[in-house]
């Protein structure tokens, strides 16, 4: 079947920390693997997305690769701000689009 | 581009009532939408897939007299809440599909509505 599994929250960094959260993923045939971010009180917002093996997606500072031989997707950013806490979800999609998966969502709380 | 609303933002009402979000594509065609549930600090619980023109599939668990979903056109789908208890309070999010090229698609999702029934 498919499912995600995310790094449990929160996680708690200084400014200008390097972020990592980790995201692996089960899936039958071929998913494409998104992150998206939740800032308090709002939806969720598309940050960064990969549609086959290898590729890397990435957006404001943010990268993932997508890693087949180890069913991984995770986040990184080298530096991290204040204004980067927010919930990060990890989510696979299916080739028809029928469904969409999340993973429980990581807390990222950036202290000045 | 690709944006996607809901209306209301959020929305008290008194048990028994019925309650309806609506959802909608602004500049792009959706064929498929989706409507999601958020309970707090928790991850989006798919409720129902919607596709125009034909009737939503609803995921396992989820009480289709009760949540009323319609997809009237490529741009609007709508849910409706029937007789609301206060378990049904919540974060409902919707998200529209579109291709992005040869097998690749995405979704962007709405800004959610917050029900709270009283």
């Known amino acids: 079947g498919n499912s995600v599994t995310q790094m449990e929250g929160p996680v708690t960094l200084s400014e200008e920390a390097f972020l990592t959260i980790n995201c692996t993923y089960t899936a039958t045939g071929y998913p494409s693997l998104f992150w998206y971010v939740q800032y308090p009180g709002e939806g969720l917002q598309l940050l960064l997305k990969?549609?086959?093996?290898?590729d890397k997606g990435s957006n404001k500072g943010f990268e993932a690769t997508y890693r087949k031989e180890t069913t991984s997707f995770h986040l990184e950013k080298g530096s991290v701000q204040v204004s980067d806490s927010a919930v990060y979800f990890c989510?696979?999609?299916?080739?028809?689009?029928?469904?969409?998966?999340f993973g429980s969502g990581t807390k990222l709380n950036v202290k000045p | 581009g690709a944006v996607v609303s809901q209306h209301p933002s959020w929305v008290i009402c008194k048990s028994g009532t019925s309650v309806k979000i609506e959802c909608r594509s602004l500049?792009?065609?959706?064929?498929?939408m989706f409507w999601y549930r958020q309970f707090p600090k928790q991850s989006l619980m798919l409720m129902a897939t919607s596709n125009e023109g034909s009737k939503a599939t609803y995921e396992q668990g989820v009480e289709k007299d009760k949540f009323l979903i319609n997809h009237a056109s490529l741009t609007l789908s709508t849910l409706t809440v029937t007789s609301a208890h206060p378990e049904d309070s919540s974060f409902y999010i919707c998200?529209?599909?579109?291709?992005?090229?040869?097998?690749?698609?995405?979704?962007?999702f709405g800004p959610g509505t917050r029900l709270t029934v009283t």
């Open positions: 990969a549609t086959k093996a290898d």
């Open positions: 989510a696979l999609g299916t080739y028809n689009f029928n469904k969409f998966y």
């Open positions: 998200s529209a599909a579109r291709t992005s090229g040869g097998s690749s698609y995405e979704q962007y």
């Open positions: 500049d792009f065609q959706a064929t498929t």
